[in-house]
């Protein structure tokens, strides 16, 4: 299993673009991970966000297709996300996980961060 | 999107119990159903993962089994600790998703 690590500022202005990066310990970025955002709003369930893989392809919930971008840094051994024109609705907790496509290693979660958006 | 349903939303049990959770898909996944446990102001924890794979570290009192649309989650002789929120996690079909949870009491 990987180790990952989000970081990023806590606070984003409506309107903002909201930017965090995951930090992948023990474990190679370019193995067959799908390297994923996943958020939870305070009080509620999670909602999967995007993923990418080693090679670049991504793959968006389509409920933020529009707002999202995740890009890959192998030299740094790091993914980030980038959502643009945020609301109070996009306050959560962001989590980076990291998922094989057939499962044959379990999946792995950061800790998480939350972010909330407010002037 | 494939819609996953978990039932119930919340149960109390008391120590000792046997309890299960089910989740059922909309459409066949296979076996990519992963099931989490989430405690207050944590991350969620991975104890099963490919329908039926215990995660390393996780008590086996924890099972999974399932297979195609219907999975459960079964927790042998309940304890104190397994206070928490649940959730299934389907990753064979982009956008991947979640059930809404199950909200586990200890009487």
């Known amino acids: 299993q990987v180790l990952l690590q989000e970081s990023g500022p806590g606070l984003v202005k409506p309107s903002g673009t909201l930017s965090l990066t995951c930090t992948v310990s023990?474990?190679?970025?370019?193995?067959?991970?799908?390297w994923s955002w996943v958020r939870q709003p305070p009080g509620k369930g999670l909602e999967w966000i995007g993923e990418?893989?080693?090679?670049?392809?991504?793959n968006y919930n389509p409920s933020l297709k529009s707002r999202v971008t995740i890009s890959l840094d192998k030299s740094n051994k790091q993914f980030s996300l980038s959502l643009s024109s945020v609301t109070a609705a996009d306050t959560a907790v962001y989590y980076c996980?990291?998922?094989?496509?057939?499962?044959?290693?379990?999946?792995?979660w950061g800790q998480g961060t939350l972010v909330t958006v407010s002037s | 999107d494939i819609q996953m349903t978990q039932s119930p939303s919340s149960l109390s049990a008391s120590v000792g119990d046997r309890v299960t959770i089910t989740c059922r898909a909309g459409?066949?996944?296979?076996?990519?159903l992963n099931w989490y446990q989430q405690k207050p102001g944590k991350a969620p924890k991975l104890l099963i993962y490919?329908?039926?794979s215990l995660q390393s570290g996780v008590p086996s009192r924890f099972s999974g089994s399932g297979s195609g649309t219907d999975f459960s989650l079964t927790i042998r002789g309940v304890q104190p600790e397994d206070l928490a929120t649940y959730y299934c996690?389907?990753?064979?079909?982009?956008?991947?998703?979640f059930g809404q949870g199950t909200k586990l009491e200890i009487k």
């Open positions: 996980m990291a998922v094989r496509p057939d499962l044959s290693a379990p999946p792995s």
């Open positions: 023990s474990g190679s970025i370019s193995s067959n991970n799908g």
């Open positions: 990418i893989y080693h090679g670049g392809s991504t």
């Open positions: 459409q066949t996944i296979s076996t990519y």
């Open positions: 490919a329908a039926s």
């Open positions: 996690h389907q990753s064979y079909i982009s956008p991947y998703t």
